[in-house]
């Protein structure tokens, strides 16, 4: 079946701009994750979703990092003024989440989205 | 707060020999553990992973890992290495109720010499 699939594979963008990135999570998969992974670095968490609802936004970085989920399905990581630090690859992860152990922890990850603040 | 150690950042090993690639990791809690590859342009790729009962878990293309509690480790093994293994290899903890969130290590450059 489809797994997680990012759009756009590639963004560059001049530092002080918007951008989005999308997500599509494996179908059904209710919990959905979004990671950040830095050149030469692990990833590293941002926000995780269980359904609509941010569960966890520990992760990001400051407040020009925001998320939405609105339909559980299909998910937006938005960063404001983009600067040249927030070049990387943006991860994004779901799961079934069952609560069932043995079954729903595992978190499939997207292919992602390189990012280029120029 | 939780961490992962991945004290070498390149191992090489030639074709057909035994490869280990190291992970340790502090959690509170009974840990999940994950161990995952990445290959060049490609996201994370699911190998395998620890929940609970026995401690050496087999994962996808040959590989397996042992959990070791006492010595908070969770090493990767495979008995013989591929060419095709060449990758990054990325371990991951997250506790076992409540956050769900993946703390990961900074990963190990795996190389199979031919």
């Known amino acids: 079946g489809a797994g997680v699939s990012q759009t756009p594979s590639n963004k560059v963008t001049e530092k002080g701009k918007y951008v989005e990135l999308r997500c599509d999570p494996i179908s059904g998969h209710t919990a959905l994750y979004w990671y950040r992974q830095s050149l030469g670095q692990g990833p590293e968490f941002l926000i995780y979703?269980?359904?609509?609802?941010?569960?966890?936004d520990s992760g990001l970085p400051n407040d020009r990092f925001f998320a939405v989920r609105p339909e559980g399905s299909v998910s937006t990581l938005k960063i404001q003024r983009t600067e040249r630090g927030d070049s990387a690859v943006y991860l994004c992860a779901s799961s079934p989440n069952t609560g069932l152990a043995g079954t729903g922890e595992t978190q499939y990850f997207g292919p992602g989205t390189r990012l280029l603040v120029l | 707060a939780q961490s992962v150690a991945q004290p070498e950042d390149q191992v090489n090993v030639a074709e057909g020999n035994p490869l280990t690639v190291k992970c340790t990791y502090s959690v509170s809690g009974n840990p999940y553990l994950f161990w995952y590859v990445q290959y060049p342009n490609r996201g994370l790729q699911f190998l395998l992973k620890?929940?609970?009962?026995?401690?050496l878990v087999k994962g996808s293309y040959g590989f397996e890992a042992e959990f070791n509690k006492s010595q908070t480790s969770f090493h990767l093994k495979k008995p013989s290495a591929l060419v095709s293994d060449s990758a990054l290899y990325f371990c991951a903890v997250r506790k076992s109720f409540g956050n769900e969130k993946l703390t990961f290590g900074t990963g190990t450059r795996l190389t199979i010499i031919p």
């Open positions: 620890y929940i609970t009962g026995d401690n």
């Open positions: 979703f269980q359904g609509t609802g941010a569960a966890d």
